[in-house]
């Protein structure tokens, strides 16, 4: 045992324990590579969290036939929330007060401000009856998947979440296969 490390050595002659430095805190004994996994792991649920809750990022699933071409019924479209310009295609919540308040739409914007936004589907002869403003729109349309929205609705699904969750705690509380205690490395002894 040197003296820098647990105390003088004068302390250890008379068997006392004098530290002469603090200890390390708790973020510096953390490995680095687990501290750059959580990290990124931080960085990518807050750019996955969804607008419904105040997040930039949203997922919908085109359920009408309102916007053919640009989107056909079925596909999976991705959102992030920015500022909205005329002609970007938007998610939004029809706003109170309205028939169908708070249900989700997604059409283009045609027309309008922040105050209140005129949007039509691309395949609808007319303007859309409400306005939403800035408050409302939950996104702007960036990514189009092509693929069919109940896969989506499938992977929601309490029982599919119930289900994910039951097998990561089942991988988790696995037991490893060890030899007195410790894992066991190569091939298996006979």
Do not use: C, K
Request: hydrophobic share 45%; net charge positive.
């Amino acid at each position: 045992m040197t003296a820098g490390t647990w105390g003088s050595a004068a302390g250890l002659e008379r068997g006392r324990h004098l530290p002469d430095r603090q200890p390390a805190s708790w973020v510096s004994r953390l490995r680095p590579a687990i501290f750059a996994q959580s990290a990124l792991l931080l960085l990518l649920a807050a750019l996955a969290w969804p607008a419904s809750l105040g997040g930039a990022f949203g997922v919908v699933a085109i359920a009408g036939r309102s916007m053919e071409p640009t989107y056909e019924l079925g596909d999976v479209v991705i959102t992030w929330r920015q500022s909205v310009e005329s002609g970007d295609v938007v998610l939004y919540r029809v706003p109170e007060g309205s028939a169908g308040a708070g249900n989700p739409v997604i059409h283009r914007v045609i027309g309008g401000d922040r105050n209140g936004w005129i949007t039509q589907g691309d395949n609808v002869g007319r303007p859309d009856p409400w306005r939403p403003t800035e408050s409302n729109v939950l996104g702007v349309a960036r990514f189009r998947a092509p693929i069919d929205g109940r896969v989506i609705g499938l992977l929601r699904s309490w029982w599919m979440v119930a289900l994910t969750g039951s097998l990561a705690v089942a991988l988790l509380l696995w037991p490893d296969s060890t030899e007195e205690g410790r894992p066991v490395r190569g091939r298996h002894r006979a």
